[in-house]
């Protein structure tokens, strides 16, 4: 058996799909994670080099697995390659999983897609995988190799906590999200409410109802997620329609898709903070948009595995939803 404390040097490096937060993580670990070739061939094909040397090395591969479905082929073929280049470990950092939304059998027929992407990353080789915000804990289970699952919320409640938000309250925007909510609420000492909120269909939801106590005071909405944006512009107007005197939101991953930042930006949300686990291009900006960074707890999590040590120290507010 591999005696882990002989591992090789650290190796980083980066798919194409957050560059911006590869580099960052790299300046603050030492490393430039730019030692890999990845181009496409003219059919679409994605061809991927290892430049540097990675034998005996303990490889950290950086690749949000945000759509378009390229990302994850390349998170594999990066695998392929540092494997076949016999690293010593291999571990996939991924700020952001995608496909974590199917997650289980919910109707006749359909796939559990989180499932087979973590079958395929270690099918591809991977020997652990670090992540961010899972959208569903269980996720952490559906790999068969370690799981370290970091959580942005110490990055989130830092930046509110600064803000010193007069009477603030801590709404879930619905169900789902009420464990993740109360963790916050328990941090800014914030009261709790929450949306009781219907979806009919993927991307369609209905608020029926406010469950707690807002008029006059600010509203903190905090998901793990922004899709399309339109539960949280309907989740914002209904509270500012109840009494809200301002409304902040926050939430991991920005994904911003379709009319996300339109929508977003001419609703009355005071702020909408997120973090860069997915890289936002400028047309997908608005102007009540605020990116923070969680380079700095992606380093240090690089650098406590490489070298061994406990990574635990990092799971700020696992159990303080509880």
Do not use: W
């Not at 500012?240 to 930042?261: F, M, N, Q, W």
């Amino acid at each position: 058996m591999e005696d882990i404390y002989q591992r090789g040097p650290l190796l980083l490096l980066s798919g194409r799909s957050n560059r911006p937060l590869a580099l960052e993580i790299g300046v603050q670990l030492g490393e430039s994670p730019l030692g890999v070739t990845i181009r496409d061939f003219a059919d679409g094909e994605i061809f991927v080099r290892i430049d540097a040397n990675a034998r005996g090395r303990d490889v950290f591969i950086i690749q949000p697995t945000v759509a378009p479905a390229e990302t994850i082929m390349e998170l594999l073929l990066m695998i392929d390659a540092a494997r076949r280049a016999s690293a010593a470990r291999i571990t996939a950092v991924l700020p952001y999983f995608g496909y974590a939304r199917q997650d289980r059998k919910d109707q006749p027929r359909v796939a559990i897609g989180a499932k087979l992407v973590a079958n395929l990353i270690v099918a591809a080789g991977a020997d652990r995988v670090l992540g961010m915000d899972f959208h569903q804990h269980q996720i952490q289970g559906f790999f068969d190799i370690p799981v370290d699952h970091l959580y942005a919320a110490p990055v989130l409640t830092q930046y509110f906590e600064r803000l010193d938000l007069e009477e603030p309250v801590e709404v879930a925007p619905d169900v789902g999200s009420a464990k993740m909510a109360r963790g916050f609420a328990k941090r800014l000492g914030a009261s709790f409410a929450i949306i009781d909120k219907r979806r009919p269909a993927a991307n369609v939801a209905q608020i029926l109802n406010v469950v707690g106590d807002v008029e006059g005071k600010t509203c903190l909405l905090t998901d793990d997620m922004i899709d399309t944006g339109g539960t949280l512009a309907q989740a914002v107007h209904a509270l500012i329609e109840r009494g809200a005197k301002e409304v902040y939101a926050c939430a991991t991953h920005p994904l911003l898709s379709a009319d996300a930042a339109a929508r977003l930006g001419d609703s009355p949300v005071k702020e909408v903070v997120v973090t860069n686990t997915i890289h936002v291009p400028e047309e997908r900006r608005f102007q009540q948009l605020k990116i923070l960074s969680v380079a700095g707890l992606l380093s240090r999590a690089v650098r406590y595995i490489h070298s061994n040590e406990s990574v635990s120290q990092l799971f700020e507010m696992r159990d303080q939803d509880a």
